[in-house]
């Protein structure tokens, strides 16, 4: 390009020819300095390869927003209790991968066409690094041992089955071990019925050590202990079941006795309206002192999400917070966490945790020590959720995106929505 405008430059005769293409020639090497790469290129940057973006940002777009320029985008948490520390748990609000284990690309068993949903795109222990703080997982009996698997009619099936759940809880063990001052949250959909399978799980997968004693969880809206306290302990893992019974039978507990819960699938993201689940007490209870709003739809689409944590989201959660008597969420369950058109599910988070343990309008803006409404530029503390602006930060860990979603997986989605009426003809 360079020789071309020299070139060019040689054969103008006039002087305002000249002068033009000089100014041609300083604009190309005004644009060339200006453009970042090599990690240099910052939230919202135009990008073209991975490598362009700085720490906790990734290269991608939003075709579903009708943004196709690839820009950098957050694709990390930036942890609240490495700002403020030392509050109680039910302080914070963390992040929630709905379907964990769900993973795109997941190898299917040997010889078995998958026929499922998936709902995130990269591996546990990513998730884990990127910030995620809770996980969801449904387990089932299933080759004689306990499988993470999707539920159709509370069975697992050779096309719906994942793997093993003690490799998945294997790499939660390996985070908190390597990891030694963070807390884990697993929720479990629970259809095991082998009389104490949970705790030999549990027990084989090396988490006992970690156990939150559920005696010592508050059934009220009392306060938990604050996270200080709870890693000097060593109770770095919350393990809820939807199984009553294994409360008494095994010392797991039972998930609506300590926490509130908004609908989950197409129900939980109707605009205006945030319903409690079934299960869950009402959201403006003062029964519980733990909220989790599920944020996904009943068919997850991989290429939509970045359009679902936009505006929408953050909407939501207001909808949710009058729902519940002006309370935040304690857990934010949504599907492939890293998609969004900028900020996605981070900005909100760091709105939210800046909001409830500083009154400020970021985590970000928090400052260790000073008296709420103390914020670094910012002396207008929130009072409610507001929409997610670009603040950009870093986390040390790993960002990883698989790709778009293939045709053969909505033709499995279609199957595996039909396979319930199909079920139902075979047994007419």
């Known amino acids: 390009m360079i020789p071309y405008l020299l070139k060019q430059l040689k054969k103008c005769k006039p002087p305002s020819d000249s002068f033009l293409l000089l100014l041609l020639i300083s604009t190309f090497f005004i644009i060339t300095i200006s453009a970042c790469s090599n990690g ?41 209790t490495s700002i403020v520390k030392g509050l109680p748990f039910n302080k914070y609000t963390w992040l929630v991968t709905h379907n964990a284990f769900s993973i795109v690309n997941s190898p299917p ?47 697992c099936y050779n096309f719906t089955a994942f793997g093993p759940a003690i490799n998945t809880l294997k790499e939660v063990e390996a985070f908190l071990s390597e990891n030694p001052t963070e807390i884990v949250t697993i929720i479990l959909e629970d259809y095991v019925h082998t009389p104490k399978g949970l705790t030999k799980l549990f027990t084989d997968a090396g988490l006992l050590k970690y156990w939150f004693p559920v005696n010592k969880m508050p059934r009220s809206d009392a306060d938990w ?20 019974s294994k409360e008494a039978s095994e010392g797991i507990a039972y998930q609506w006795r300590y926490m509130i819960e908004n609908e989950s699938g197409d129900p939980g993201v109707v605009r205006g309206s945030c319903p409690n689940r079934k299960e869950s007490r009402p959201l403006n209870s003062k029964s519980s002192s733990l909220f989790l709003q599920n944020y996904f739809p009943t068919f ?19 909808t949710c917070y009058k ?39 970021t985590i970000t803006a928090c400052q260790a020590g000073a008296p709420v409404g103390y914020c670094k530029n910012d002396t207008t503390p929130i009072r409610s959720p507001t929409p997610m602006t670009s603040t950009s930060g870093s986390f040390s860990g790993s960002v990883q995106l698989s790709g778009s979603t293939s045709k053969a997986h909505y033709l499995n989605l279609l199957v595996l929505s039909l396979f319930p009426l199909l079920s139902v003809m075979v047994l007419v």
């Not at 991975?50 to 948490?77: E, S």
């Not at 591996?123 to 884990?128: C, K």
């Not at 369950?333 to 500083?358: E, H, I, K, P, T």
């Open 225 to 244: 202990p604050t996270i200080t306290d709870m890693v000097a302990d060593n109770h770095r893992l919350l393990v809820f079941t939807s199984d009553a």
């Open 323 to 361: 729902a519940s008597g002006n309370k935040l969420p304690n857990f934010l369950a949504v599907n492939f966490y890293m998609r969004s058109d900028g900020g996605g599910v981070f900005d909100l988070l760091d709105r939210m945790n800046g909001q409830s343990l500083c009154g400020c309008s």
């Open 109 to 155: 068993l040997p010889g078995v066409q998958r026929i499922t949903f998936y709902n995130q795109e990269d591996s546990v222990t990513n998730q884990l690094r990127n910030g995620v703080r809770g996980l969801m997982l449904d387990v089932y009996d299933f080759e004689n041992d306990i499988w993470l698997c999707h539920s159709l009619r509370g069975q």
């Open 300 to 318: 997850p689409v991989q290429d939509q999400a970045c359009k679902e944590h936009s505006a929408g989201l953050v909407e939501m959660v207001g």
């Open 40 to 80: 240099n290129c910052q939230l919202l940057d135009t990008c073209s390869v991975a490598t362009d973006c700085g720490p906790g940002l990734y290269c991608g777009n939003c075709p579903a927003m009708g943004k196709t320029q690839p820009l950098c985008t957050r694709g990390q948490v930036i942890q609240p």
